[in-house]
């Protein structure tokens, strides 16, 4: 596991002794090598730019327990800031805290808002907090990461790594009651998921800190885990490659911005400090030493038992139109993916083409089909495959997708594309092949 330096005279908790939980005001995740330095600039003017390159690195004992430092290169063409690192272990902790952790949580925007604690149930959609969700998936999305001594839990040693955070695939409509689907990076997952590569922290204390607190919280929490006072640790270290203050600060500005971090720790008695925080080591050279504080010690208890409304697939499935008793008895029933599938399959069709597409309603439709997927003669249609290409496709796929809602509830007769008199190009041919494919489907799709 990436460390920092060894303190000999530090104590230490008997190998063994670590406990595991889930924090009871709900959970963040943080990756435990990630928590070692900043992924971007501590300030949004420098952070949020595009095509960053953010430069850093971070120290840890090898196992022959020499001093050695990994440096680090994270790419971010729509930058990145501190408050989509919160997305980001957010996220990460609710698909880790899901029955089956495959790598991928599909949820609504309201479900993830809720449980992160950014909105209540009452909240309306398209606020403020949807737009930053959305904006902040975006941008994890195209970051990359490298580092050339990344530490890998499943092979117990460090490696030359690179590998993004996450992939996406959002409904086009915002007020859809489709969930989101986000799919976790394989090699970044599989350095997450293992218990030796991921730590558990209260996401609720962690959302009242301002972003440089937040990445020292972070630190400190993987060093409690096992330790109660840190390494002497450099202060230009800490403030530049942990933290994410600028390089450009001098020593005095930056000794400063650091014990500001400290004291709002110390105010929520996460550490304690000495009444000298920083000890000089040479010219422009200062160190200090933090101590784990009380808030450590408070008694987690049993994380309570989780409510209907906690499972992700609880929102999709409401929508439909299923009552809670239903809702309950589909969930212990049925594999979650195939929850997951159908209910966005039921869902798409009522949004896309209306009540007119059911025979008998969205409920029968789905539970008429669950039941068949489940005992193996039942695959997704044809034309849902179809539609999740046009959603995929930028160019006239809002042309596309209106004019077949038209047809499918009767409005128009079926037609090519409206198009220029003249001999169709290849754009204009394409679109046509796409709607007469998708209009063929259609033609065979069973309720």
């Known amino acids: 596991m990436s460390t920092t330096l060894n303190n000999s005279a530090?104590?230490?908790?008997?190998?063994?002794?670590?406990?595991?939980?889930?924090?009871?005001?709900g959970p963040g995740l943080g990756q435990l090598t990630l928590v070692e330095h900043a992924l971007c600039p501590?300030?949004?003017?420098?952070?949020?730019?595009?095509?960053?390159?953010?430069?850093?690195?971070?120290?840890?004992?090898?196992?022959?327990?020499?001093?050695?430092?990994?440096?680090?290169?994270?790419?971010?063409?729509?930058?990145?800031s501190t408050g989509d690192e919160f997305f980001l272990w957010g996220l990460l902790a609710l698909t880790l805290a899901q029955p089956e952790a495959e790598g991928t949580l599909?949820?609504?925007p309201h479900y993830v808002l809720r449980q992160l604690g950014l909105i209540d149930q009452h909240a309306r959609r398209g606020g403020r907090?949807?737009?930053?969700?959305?904006?902040?998936?975006e941008r994890l999305s195209v970051v990359k990461y490298q580092s050339d001594k990344f530490f890998d839990p499943i092979r117990r040693e460090h490696r030359r790594v690179s590998f993004g955070f996450l992939s996406y695939s959002l409904p086009l409509d915002d007020q859809s009651d489709r969930a989101w689907r986000v799919v976790w990076d394989p090699?970044?997952?599989?350095?997450?998921?293992?218990?030796?590569?991921h730590l558990w922290f209260d996401l609720a204390t962690y959302r009242e800190l301002d972003g440089a607190s937040r990445r020292l919280f972070l630190f400190l929490c993987k060093i409690y885990a096992r330790r109660h006072t840190t390494p002497s640790m450099c202060v230009r270290h800490l403030g530049e490659n942990i933290l994410g203050f600028s390089p450009s600060l001098v020593t005095r500005d930056l000794k400063a911005k650091v014990a500001r971090c400290v004291s709002r720790l110390a105010d929520s008695r996460i550490v304690e400090v000495s009444p000298k925080l920083f000890r000089k080591q040479g010219p422009g050279e200062y160190s200090l030493t933090l101590s784990r504080g009380k808030y450590f010690d408070r008694r987690r208890g049993r994380h309570p038992a989780k409510q209907l409304q906690d499972s992700p697939l609880f929102e999709p499935l409401h929508a439909i139109g299923l009552d809670e008793g239903t809702i309950r008895r589909l969930l212990r029933k049925y594999p979650t993916r195939l929850l997951q599938e159908w209910s966005d399959i039921t869902l798409a069709a009522r949004e896309r083409f209306g009540a007119t597409?059911?025979?008998?309603?969205?409920?029968a439709f789905f539970i008429d089909n669950v039941q068949h997927a489940a005992l193996g003669d039942r695959t997704p249609p044809d034309w849902w495959q179809a539609l999740r290409k046009a959603e995929r496709e930028p160019d006239d796929r809002g042309e596309i997708l209106d004019r077949?809602?038209?047809e499918v509830r009767g409005k128009v007769p079926a037609g090519p594309v409206a198009s220029s008199p003249n001999k169709l190009g290849q754009p204009q041919r394409r679109k046509q092949r796409r709607l007469e494919s998708i209009r063929s489907l259609l033609s065979v799709h069973s309720s």
């Open 10 to 25: 530090a104590k230490k908790r008997p190998l063994g002794t670590r406990q595991v939980h889930i924090p009871r005001n």
């Open 42 to 80: 501590l300030d949004a003017r420098a952070a949020l730019v595009k095509n960053l390159v953010f430069n850093t690195q971070f120290v840890f004992t090898d196992a022959n327990r020499h001093a050695q430092t990994a440096e680090v290169k994270v790419f971010c063409p729509l930058g990145l």
């Open 106 to 108: 599909m949820a609504t």
């Open 129 to 137: 907090q949807y737009g930053q969700f959305a904006a902040a998936i």
């Open 187 to 197: 090699v970044f997952f599989e350095f997450t998921k293992p218990l030796g590569g």
């Open 357 to 363: 597409f059911f025979k008998r309603s969205p409920q």
């Open 404 to 406: 077949i809602r038209e």
